[in-house]
């Protein structure tokens, strides 16, 4: 088992349309969390952490579920521009950072 | 701030040459990496440093060799490249205390590596 698993999608959707991924990790000792963007040939960006009370940025609220150990990403009013591929990341130790494949999102006219 | 660079952008290689891939960072971090980015899988952990002159292997640091004589500065040096060393290497930074804002990995552009 992947000790971070994403669904690699993609996701098509179209514009204003909201849009949810989920991320579950195996390492219940895993500190911190994170989403992350990564555009065609590009490096990866950090969208937003995820802290354990939810947290939102403008249209995107992360979600962080210890319990269960998934943590979700909800999109809301999606425009062409955040069509991209979505990475999951877990801290699982000082300098371990565990990266999900990734879900690929595309946003459509 | 230039953030964090790399050289160079595309690399060709052949099958036993050796090369070194230039990392370097402005913003004064101490936690430096590298990973490689392949289709199909997540990023992977190649080697990482806390700080200068403290190096560690990451998930798959076969084939690689790293070194920290600055804290900007963080080269990956192939010593045999070998086909399976095709791959997109990405180098990032952070400061070093777990948690927090602080945490946040910044990325260099990539090396887009192929080795025939």
């Known amino acids: 088992r992947k000790e971070v698993e994403q669904d690699p999608g993609p996701f098509n959707v179209p514009e204003g349309a909201t849009v949810a991924f989920n991320c579950t990790y195996s390492?219940?000792?895993?500190?911190?969390f994170f989403w992350y963007r990564q555009d065609c040939r590009k490096e990866p960006k950090l969208l937003m952490s995820?802290?354990?009370s939810g947290n939102e940025d403008g249209r995107f609220t992360a979600q962080l579920n210890r319990a269960s150990q998934y943590i979700s990403l909800l999109i809301r009013d999606s425009k062409l521009s955040d069509s991209a591929t979505y990475l999951c990341?877990?801290?699982?130790?000082?300098?371990?950072?565990?990266f999900g494949t990734g879900t690929r999102l595309k946003v459509l006219a | 701030n230039a953030g964090v660079t790399q050289t160079p952008k595309f690399q060709v290689l052949k099958t036993g040459q050796s090369m070194t891939l230039q990392c370097a960072q402005d913003?004064?971090?101490?936690?430096m990496s590298w990973y490689r980015q392949d289709p199909g899988m997540g990023l992977r952990l190649i080697h990482y440093?806390?700080?200068?002159?403290?190096?560690d292997q990451g998930e798959v640091p076969n084939g690689y060799n790293v070194s920290r004589s600055t804290t900007e500065d963080f080269p990956l040096r192939l010593l045999s490249a070998a086909p399976s060393q095709t791959s997109v290497y990405f180098c990032?930074?952070?400061?070093?205390?777990?948690?927090?804002?602080?945490?946040?990995?910044?990325f260099g552009p990539g090396t887009r590596l192929t080795v025939l």
């Open positions: 990032a930074s952070s400061y070093s205390p777990p948690g927090g804002a602080r945490d946040t990995q910044y």
């Open positions: 390492n219940s000792a895993s500190q911190s």
């Open positions: 995820v802290y354990s």
């Open positions: 990341v877990v801290k699982a130790g000082t300098y371990k950072y565990i």
């Open positions: 913003m004064n971090h101490e936690y």
């Open positions: 440093s806390v700080g200068a002159g403290i190096t």
